[in-house]
DNA sequence: TGTACATCAGTGAACGCGCGTTCACTGATGTAC
DNA sequence: TGTACATCAGTGAACGCGCGTTCACTGATGTAC
């Protein structure tokens, strides 16, 4: 039953990619290794024909999530701007569907509470992708250099914080949260 | 050995205020009953003495919590009125000393994203006390109750989202997105 | 106030369960000649 | 190009472990008289 190598990518990239979606859902903690693989269509044994274990999983997985996220935003940036792109992307971060629809959405809000409690490793990526998107997102804001990152961080946290609480409340609160918010 | 009735209220607010620092500091799905009456003390067999199951004590412990803070941002404005008190709570929010020491600080950024995939039951208990919490920050703004209410929620979410995002990442980003935020 | 009995707070062994990980196995793919 | 053998992707049973929860038990507290 050996598969060929290309095969054997496209499973990778597969598992990844049920990975990222199963983590943004039901959060890391919750999400087993056997439900990541049976989402793929295969069984938990082969699981470590792709990963050294779960740790590993979850880093590939983060660097799959954000750039998925990044490479919409650049295209969209080079369709119609930076400003446009990014504009868009601060007011889809508060909607409704964002909120009701983790699975697509940014891995922040789900993620990051996990993530502070876990290994040096996974905040070491974390950061990284974070610094990317922090500066994709300074690309839509005037000023200097170090006034765009400010302003990008600042709309970032606001909506990741928006979200997190939406997510967490009634929907009549969580109307409220995103509305203050947008 | 059966206990006063006194002493089972004290063990059972023992067992809340030990909960309450776990589950901010760990994570509620990373806290197990045993590690919660450990820290108590006791040991795992009697805390159906006192709770239904888990998901009671999580009920418990997050208005147990919340309590806790809003009855110190209180006092605090009956001392210095609630501008000083909501302005100081503010600025603690968004400092190295609360990112690294989440079993005393908000339960918002460590708990929020697992309550967000919890029962309604917790989401309902969880939405009253960010009301309530979201209350309290009002008074500290000028404008209409509606406007002031906005403008507390816009407040809170940006803190939360960035005490969210420092814990997750290395020292040096944290800074970054806690400077930002300030 | 004293006594006899019921109650129940806390203990620690035990339960069924799902987890991450390992492993012997299968048979198609990759490689060396 | 064909053949023989090594490799290894994926399977499914098995592992040790910690979880939430249950339960028989102990003995001090609460209650009824």
Do not use: W
């Amino acid at each position: 039953m050996r598969r060929s190598r290309q095969e054997k990518a496209e499973t990778h990239d597969a598992v990844l990619k049920r990975a990222s979606r199963l983590f943004r859902e039901r959060g890391i903690e919750t999400t087993s290794v056997s439900d990541v693989m049976a989402e793929a269509g295969l069984t938990h044994g082969g699981f470590y024909r792709h990963f050294a274990n779960k740790d590993a999983l979850v880093a590939e997985a983060l660097r799959e999530t954000f750039d998925s996220i990044l490479s919409q935003l650049e295209t969209r940036s080079r369709e119609a701007g930076a400003k446009t792109a990014v504009g868009d992307y601060l007011r889809y971060y508060v909607t409704k569907e964002h909120v009701t629809h983790p699975a697509e959405g940014c891995p922040i809000p789900t993620l990051a509470g996990e993530i502070g409690r876990s290994s040096d490793a996974l905040k070491s990526e974390f950061s990284e992708q974070a610094r990317r998107l922090i500066a994709a997102i300074a690309e839509g804001f005037d000023g200097t250099d170090q006034d765009a990152r400010e302003q990008a961080i600042r709309a970032l946290a606001m909506r990741v914080g928006a979200v997190l609480i939406a997510r967490a409340c009634d929907a009549d609160l969580a109307k409220d949260v995103l509305a203050s918010c947008r």
